[in-house]
């Protein structure tokens, strides 16, 4: 029997959270590279992904794992500047278990083999932490074994130009560039965004 290979969500979470601590209340009504979404209803994403990836793991299925994540805009609670780092360090924690990587499970109602939503849990992270950043002016260096962990599950299984992707249309990105910017062009953005 394959042997599940963990991947510590950890120095995604923690990035996340020194993110959100650089951010002002002055910044949440800032655009970020998802269109929809201001820098407020990221980190309100963020919170809610994070609270439904740490019960995907435990298996804890209900409203948390089972709830599309475009049903309605995110709003962000009052309490997030606690609420955020929690919900992270106990995503991370909940994929330490091993047990975690094994069997089936859901979140955002829909289901997959564990081992592959660890690696979509730490993807959100991954990619929503460059959003934050990128609208807030801040650094962004992600490690070189999570970003292999993103293009390989963000690269289409083909060559099809019009691959929707997991967050819209791949945005074609020279071989040769940084990986980083490689990702953030298989999610769907443009890794020159700027606020305008």
Known sequence: MEKTTHIDLGPAAERVTRLAA??????LGDPTPCPAYA??????HLVGLSVAFRDAARKDFGPTTSTPP???????????????????????????????????????????????????ALNELLIHGWDLARATGQEYAAGEEELAVSEALLTPADDSSDDEGFFGPVVAVPEDAPLLDRVIG?????PDWQPA
């Open 186 to 190: 298989l999610s769907g953005r443009r």
């Open 22 to 27: 650089g951010i002002g209340d002055e910044r």
């Open 70 to 120: 475009g049903s309605v805009l995110p709003v962000l609670d009052a309490d997030w500047r606690t609420a955020l780092p929690k919900a992270v360090e106990e995503l991370a924690a909940a994929w330490r278990e091993p047990d975690a990587w094994e069997g089936d499970t859901q979140a955002g109602g829909v289901e997959l083999p564990a081992a592959v939503m660890g690696r979509v």
């Open 39 to 44: 820098v407020r209803e990221v980190l309100a």
